[in-house]
Nanobody, 123 residues
Framework: QVQLVESGGGLVQAGGSLRLSCAASGRTFSGYAMGWFRQAPGKEREFVAVITWIGGYGEHANSVKGRFAISRDSAKNTLYLQMNSLKPEDTAVYYC????????????????WGQGTQVTVSS
């Protein structure tokens, strides 16, 4: 049974930093892509970043490019999202997800999801 468990969310002031983690278990993830998405109240879930499990190739949404960085530690089966220069508009529940189909920004193509972790950025 695949499990994705996020941690590291919290309350931070604008300009601050947080690092989210996503512990993955239940199978090997070689051939998968792992993504981070977020959902703010009243808004649709949006793509944040994606990375290939093998090779570690990543892409980021334009809204976070230069501020956020996705990475993974294959030995620890853990996905990360380093978030710097946080803004109030980054406030959302952040989800990690796994896609068997590979590298994609489309949330519908992710089969496995974590429960989410809240990130709140105060101004």
């Amino acid at each position: 049974q695949v499990q994705l468990v996020e941690s590291g969310g919290g309350l931070v002031q604008a300009g601050g930093s947080l690092r989210l983690s996503c512990a993955a278990s239940g199978r090997t993830f070689s051939g998968y892509a792992m993504g981070w998405f977020r959902q703010a109240p009243g808004k649709e879930r949006e793509f944040v970043a994606v990375i290939t499990w093998i090779g570690g190739y990543g892409e980021h949404a334009n809204s976070v490019k230069g501020r956020f960085a996705i990475s993974r530690d294959s030995a620890k089966n853990t996905l990360y999202l380093q978030m710097n220069s946080l803004k109030p508009e980054d406030t959302a529940v952040y989800y990690c997800a796994a896609s068997r189909g590979g590298f994609t920004r489309n949330a519908r193509e992710y089969e496995y999801w974590g429960q989410g972790t809240q990130v709140t950025v105060s101004s």
